[in-house]
């Protein structure tokens, strides 16, 4: 079959021209080729064209892709998933990292391409975090449509971790003063707080060290991390401490570094292991103000003067009660309060009842038994609530019980801010979840753990790497208000293809679902050019 042009005469002497589909056969009686019509599209002009548009769509919806390419001349070549890429690419631009990064390293040498070098590695942390080389070897050249990334060699990758470590502090605050422009960022409150990140080596340096492991592998060195977020969950600043480094240790740092950012009224807020003397004078230093949980030490003022105070709580939310607690007087007098979660309260007493009915089998059970009396003294569940009496018999101290009974669901927190009600105090410090939120995705979805780098400048700039991806991902649930995850596999069905062609190779985008176009203009992204050569 094929299309083919008639031309008819009118009556007036005028032309006119037609489309018809003809098909060619062989007639076996007169042994010869003949032609017939199918069927007539009409005349040539918009009518014909229109009529065309409407066989070849119909033809489209019954032959398969590889047909209609077949048919073509056309060869499917390769395809990678784009959405996903093409979302983190545009929010990279949108928040402008890219000037950012170029004008810090605008003196170094240029035959580095750092820019797309770090683009790259923050896009692999997103996507499918992987080793740098893995990244070169695999991620660039095969799983992802980004041909830049295949004019990068490993040395790049490598000597562009080094450029961003040497200017690391001067692109955060051009970065923190960037994301102020775009989402005026609520700086009141700098939430901050530590973990550990541990090594795969048995090696130690004076950065790499055996210390507390908040990962459980104390067998490993490691560093500690410190992170600094806002009250939205964005990350402003990162520091990396040795490994045997304590908690309540590195504030003074942390408070020297934030000082010329200009953060105008801002609150430190921190959990209990920041809570030592020195730190909060270190904190309040210039007029400085924070929020701070405390420890719950037996014979600590907490528990002398703070715990012991009469009062009623009052109501705050479902699961949220308040106290105010001052102590001391005049300019010494110290600001607590103490909260209590009612859900929590009710869930350790019930979970408090079942401990001590099994210990009480338990004691029943022992028959004198030495070595069993032991491990129950010994035991971090059992032994809070067991006494010793002197002819060596094991009892449950029920004063003890009611010494824990009293703090169930408790917890004190203190700040010598004056301004803020202990309503705003408490639900301040519940937003410290931001970071241990941060961490949580740094750890399982960045894999910021375990680090395989050895030098220094490679460490710092693997922490930074994850940072930067942590804003990345950050910034689009806030504008979604949906999990990365999610975000992702969903922006992951739209494909990006390879095609060869007579004319040379094309790169055909697929067409995006409606969710996929709602999710772009969430997040004020336009969509991939759907045809490029």
């Not at 692109?171 to 960037?178: G, H, P, S, T, V």
């Not at 019980?401 to 408490?426: C, K, M, P, T």
Request: glycine share 6%; net charge neutral; proline share 3%.
């Amino acid at each position: 079959m094929y299309v083919r042009t008639v031309t008819r005469k009118n009556k007036d002497g005028s032309k006119a021209q037609y489309l018809q589909i003809a098909q060619q056969y062989w007639d076996s009686e007169n042994k010869r080729a003949c032609t017939r019509i199918v069927c007539s599209l009409g005349r040539v002009g918009v009518e014909g064209e229109k009529h065309l548009q409407e066989l070849l769509a119909s033809i489209q919806n019954r032959l398969s892709l590889e047909e209609m390419a077949e048919l073509q001349g056309w060869q499917f070549e390769d395809s990678w998933e784009h959405g996903a890429f093409h979302a983190v690419s545009g929010l990279w631009e949108q928040l402008g990292i890219r000037d950012i990064l170029e004008k810090a390293v605008r003196d170094e040498n240029r035959s580095v391409p750092f820019e797309r070098a770090i683009f790259a590695m923050v896009a692999n942390r997103c996507l499918a975090p992987a080793s740098k080389l893995c990244c070169y070897e695999q991620w660039l050249r095969e799983d992802v449509f980004f041909p830049a990334g295949r004019e990068l060699s490993l040395h790049h990758l490598y000597r562009a971790m080094d450029m961003l470590t040497r200017h690391k502090e001067e692109i955060e605050e051009a970065l923190y003063w960037k994301l102020g422009d775009l989402f005026n960022l609520d700086v009141d409150l700098i939430f901050y707080d530590t973990t550990s990140v541990y090594f795969e080596t048995d090696e130690e340096d004076d950065l790499r060290v055996r210390g507390y492991s908040k990962d459980g592998r104390s067998d490993c060195p490691q560093i500690v991390v410190g992170l600094a977020v806002t009250r939205d969950g964005y990350p402003v600043r990162s520091w990396i401490f040795p490994g045997n480094t304590a908690d309540v240790s590195t504030i003074t740092r942390v408070k020297e570094d934030l000082r010329g950012w200009r953060l105008n009224r801002c609150i430190f807020v921190a959990d209990g292991g920041m809570s030592s003397e020195e730190n909060l004078q270190t904190l309040a230093k210039g007029g400085g103000h924070y929020i701070t949980a405390m420890s719950c030490i037996r014979g600590s003022e907490v528990v002398e003067e703070v715990l012991s105070r009469p009062g009623r709580f009052r109501s705050v939310a479902d699961n949220l009660e308040v106290k105010e607690v001052w102590v001391g007087e005049g300019v010494r007098r110290r600001r607590y309060v103490v909260c209590r979660n009612p859900i929590e309260k009710a869930r350790q007493e019930a979970y408090r009842e079942g401990i001590l009915l099994h210990l009480e089998e338990e004691l029943s059970s022992l028959n004198g038994h030495p070595r069993r009396a032991c491990r129950l003294i010994a035991s971090k569940r059992y032994g809070k609530y067991l006494r010793k009496l002197k002819g060596g018999e094991l009892r449950i101290d029920r004063k003890a019980v009611q010494e824990h009974a009293r703090r169930d669901g408790l917890w004190v927190i203190r700040s010598n801010d004056e301004a803020l009600s202990a309503e705003d105090l408490a639900l301040a410090y519940k937003q410290l979840m931001r970071v241990e939120e941060a961490w949580r995705t740094m750890k399982s979805g960045l894999d910021l753990r375990p680090v395989y780098h050895r030098t220094e400048e490679r460490i710092h700039a693997h922490v930074y790497l994850c940072v930067l991806a942590l804003l990345i991902e950050r910034v689009a649930e806030k504008a979604v208000g949906d999990t990365w995850r999610n975000i992702r596999n969903l922006l992951r069905t739209q494909k990006i293809a390879q095609l060869f062609t007579p004319n040379g190779r094309i790169f055909q985008a697929s067409q995006p679902s409606a969710e996929v176009c709602n999710l772009y203009r969430t997040m004020k992204i336009a969509p991939p050019d759907l045809t490029r050569s």
